[in-house]
């Protein structure tokens, strides 16, 4: 089992919101009796993907999401204005790619929706995170989230970048293809939103 009590008490401590969950489905369970009836903004997420609460809230809440929305990739701009419209939601859902025992949230993007979206323009942010994403330091949660899961997730994408075709470590690349465009750290809640961090002793995700 996952020791999540210094996490959990350091975060708690600057103001966040924070759950613990032994399975994915309780966590679901969880958080689709809290969301139901509420507007929902989704980013790219495996984690939040392999919890089922997409399914779990579908014809109960609006939920704004590219990836379930049946969009032709043929047709970006069509992804775009999904991934618009999920940041005019009451409530954003994201995962992260690290995080630290210490507190701080760190999330790679290269579209920018996702760190944006759990910046500013949401009355909640909730953060779903698997036992696989924490790390003991600041330093070592920014070394998961640029060695582990970004070119994880390159790899999922098949990028041609070295990262995904090696599957080691970034590399700081100058491919068109890179995924990293730009990195953000969440030290503390933002001003005038709510923050819940949801922790799930399961690897889950990237």
């Known amino acids: 089992m996952t020791d999540f009590?210094?996490?959990k008490a350091n975060m708690e401590g600057y103001g966040f919101k924070v759950s613990v969950f032994d399975t994915k489905e309780e966590a679901c369970a969880f958080l689709a009796e809290e969301l139901a009836g509420k507007s929902i903004g989704i980013g790219g997420s495996k984690?939040?993907?392999s919890i089922g609460l997409y399914e779990a809230l579908e014809g109960k809440s609006e939920i704004k999401w590219h990836w379930k929305a049946g969009i032709d990739p043929?047709?970006?701009e069509e992804i775009v204005k999904e991934r618009d419209d999920a940041m005019h939601t009451e409530v954003y859902i994201s995962s992260a790619n690290a995080i630290a025992e210490t507190g701080e949230i760190?999330?790679?993007d290269g579209a920018g929706n996702r760190i944006s979206s759990t910046l500013w323009g949401h009355r909640k942010v909730i953060f779903v995170i698997g036992?696989?994403?924490l790390c003991p330091t600041y330093d070592d949660a920014l070394w998961r989230a640029r060695n582990v899961a970004a070119p994880l997730r390159a790899q999922s994408v098949n990028a041609k970048t070295p990262c995904a075709a090696k599957g080691d470590k970034c590399y700081d690349c100058k491919s068109p293809a890179r995924i990293c465009k730009g990195m953000a750290t969440i030290w503390r809640p933002m001003n005038f939103q709510e923050f819940e961090v949801v922790f799930i002793d399961?690897?889950?995700g990237m």
Do not use: F
Request: charge should be negative; proline fraction near 6%.
């Open 5 to 7: 009590s210094k996490v």
């Open 131 to 133: 036992a696989n994403k």
């Open 47 to 49: 984690t939040v993907e």
């Open 202 to 204: 399961e690897d889950l």
């Open 106 to 108: 760190i999330n790679i």
């Open 74 to 76: 043929d047709h970006p």
